[in-house]
């Protein structure tokens, strides 16, 4: 019997469907129970009813990240968890699983404050801050998880704790950055930051100008200050009405400004890569923080997408020149290509040493294309030769929040964390969920116990 106030649904249930997808539509899959979680007491009476019933848990929010299959598993939707509230005195904001940072960054901005958030609104903010969340206003104040105060859970045992510096700092530590594999987080607390606007949007550069504007833009990273997150994307624009006219059926390089210390010194730093070429459009200006989410301009409807990433060090020609062979406006790249500019405070690694990787990148290299849900054989030899071409300047890691469909083997989850942070994860998922009932993920089994063999989990595979 699972006693929840939300509803809690089966396949042949009215509104399973609506309950059991989110924002990534690449696995349809049918679980075999989904709980729309109201309050922390549903969360727990699903969690036991899973281990009671042998199902493994996942957890859906706004469902961006995609990991693995939950066909004949427990899926715990969160959506209907959406309540922030704001500490102005402590700068803090309590935020429940399903909010999105849009939530977040509203209730902030009454107080004249800013979350550490992420360039898509429409994200969930406790899973990106699970898994490290990488910003608007990273190279300043770096990780999302780096601003983490408490996180109240339920844990293996269907039981709520907090945990924070005090309490249980192990499981603390592995909660920033070891997504969700110690259990289902029920609220956190997040530090804000004292940042109410930003100089930031975007210029677009048409196909003519693309190299030299990539060029330019690798060349311009080298200098600016901490203050300035940028990226930039190469893509073929499709030719569809909601695309603005200046870009529509277009190969654009759209770089991506961010700039969180004194509008003229952003301006300043702008003007210097405007002058690479002439965009074809240039949405740079003074914005409220609230406005952010329009810098990058994600798209906001559902659709199944395949995604590939890569940790880079610090680029040069002759890396544009092997990006662009594969991705330039005389390319058919089937896929998006983006590169952020890391360093500044994501480089320096935090007092606890939280296990999210990248502090030696330079650059992120993230490639993202659509998908027929099923079938990735085609989409991953395309993204793989990008990366591929890539591998001379790359660090051999990866960043947990941004792997896709096809990175749910832990030989690849792997490659999100050092190896002395991914032992000692292994090692705390052996202590909190020895039988890994949290493996409907991008999943960290257990370390292996010499007296109990069994708890090796079987390899999970999105296939």
Known sequence: MLDAVGPVLRPEDAGYD???LGFNLA??????????AEEWRDVAAAVRYAAGSGLGVGVLATGHGVSVR????????????????VDASRRVARVEPGARWQDVVEAAAEHGLAPPSGSNPGVGAVGYTLGGGIGLLGRRYGYAAEHARSFDLVTADGHRQTVDADHEPDLFWALRGGKGNFGVVTSMEIGLLP???????????GADDAERALHAYLRWVRDVPEEMTSSIQLMHHPDLPQIPEELRGRYIAHVRIAHCG?????????AALRG???????TVRTMPYTEAGSIHHEPPDPMPTFDRNSALTDLTDATADALLAHCGPRSEAPYVVELRHHGGAYARPDEDGIPVTGRDAAFLLFTTSLLEPGDYRQARAEHDRLHEAAAPWATHRTFVNFLGVDDAPHTRVATAYEPDAYARLRALKAAYDPTNLFRVNYNI?????????????????PH
């Open 262 to 270: 004194a509008p003229d010194e952003g301006e300043e730093y702008t």
């Open 18 to 20: 609506a309950e059991r």
């Open 276 to 282: 690479a070429a002439a965009p074809l459009l240039d």
């Open 27 to 36: 696995l349809d899959d049918r679980p075999a129970v989904v709980v729309g």
């Open 195 to 205: 940042v109410s606007r930003l100089h930031g949007g975007g210029l677009y550069f």
């Open 70 to 85: 939950t066909d004949g598993q427990l899926l715990v939707a969160t959506r209907r968890m959406r309540r922030v509230e």
């Open 445 to 461: 089994p257990p370390e292996e116990q010499p007296d109990r063999p069994d708890r090796a989990p079987a390899e999970p595979h």
